[in-house]
T-cell receptor, first 115, second 112 residues
């Protein structure tokens, strides 16, 4: 079974631009979560999508948005990029949804650099 | 990971035991996890413990949970160079939601 894939793996943008990151979950998984990882803030939860609906949201500004398609693939968008948005963006999928151990399977991440 | 705290670094000698500690804040957390992140890779679930358990052992890994103190630890016996990684403690607070809060991660380095 293929793992979680994220594209692109690396991205360089300039301040003010916008960016779209893509995540394909493990086949059959309906929940996709996004995290931002930085050396200073660690791993922070952005949001979670389940069956095309945003189910949970972290404490990030509205510049960060996402969506999920009917095939469970998810995209994350960041508009008006700031230098502080430079980070590794991780996507994770899970099958359990809410109950159970809810093991999250992580992709390798997209490293975004904002210049 | 503002509400789940871990020390940032740990250095141990090869063959010794490593103990990584974590404190969390929500006493209603249902599951607590340990994830491992190797360089250039995403996170991988190492082990987990349900909140009504005190201890869980899985080969070289031992997880201890002290609910009263909200303290979780991961012990790695006979630490090997392949154990070098960042270890994240995480908690699932809401049994009705798929939202997991991660600690800042502990970087484990192995001395020869």
């Amino acid at each position: 079974k293929a793992g979680v894939t994220q594209t692109p793996r690396y991205l360089i943008k300039t301040r003010g631009q916008q960016v779209t990151l893509s995540c394909s979950p493990i086949s059959g998984h309906r929940s996709v979560s996004w995290y931002q990882q930085t050396p200073g803030q660690g791993l922070q939860f952005l949001f979670e999508y389940f069956s095309e609906t945003q189910r949970n949201k972290g404490n990030f500004p509205g510049r960060f948005s996402g969506r999920q398609f009917s095939n469970s693939r998810s995209e994350m968008n960041v508009s008006t990029l700031e230098l502080g948005d430079s980070a590794l963006y991780l996507c994770a999928s899970s099958a359990a949804g809410t109950s159970g151990i809810d093991e999250q399977f992580f992709g390798p991440g997209t490293r975004l650099t904002v210049l | 990971g503002e509400d789940v705290e871990q020390s940032l670094f740990l250095s141990v000698r090869e063959g010794d035991s490593s103990v990584i500690n974590c404190t969390y804040t929500d006493s209603s957390s249902t599951y607590l996890y340990w994830y491992k992140q190797e360089p250039g890779a995403g996170l991988q679930l190492l082990t987990y413990i349900f909140s009504n358990m005190d201890m869980k052992q899985d080969q070289r890994l031992t997880v201890l949970l002290n609910k009263k103190d909200k303290h979780l630890s991961l012990r790695i016996a006979d630490t090997q160079t392949g154990d070098s990684a960042i270890y994240f403690c995480a908690e699932k607070r809401d049994s009705s939601a798929s939202k997991i809060i991660f600690g800042s991660g502990t970087r484990l380095s192995i001395r020869p």
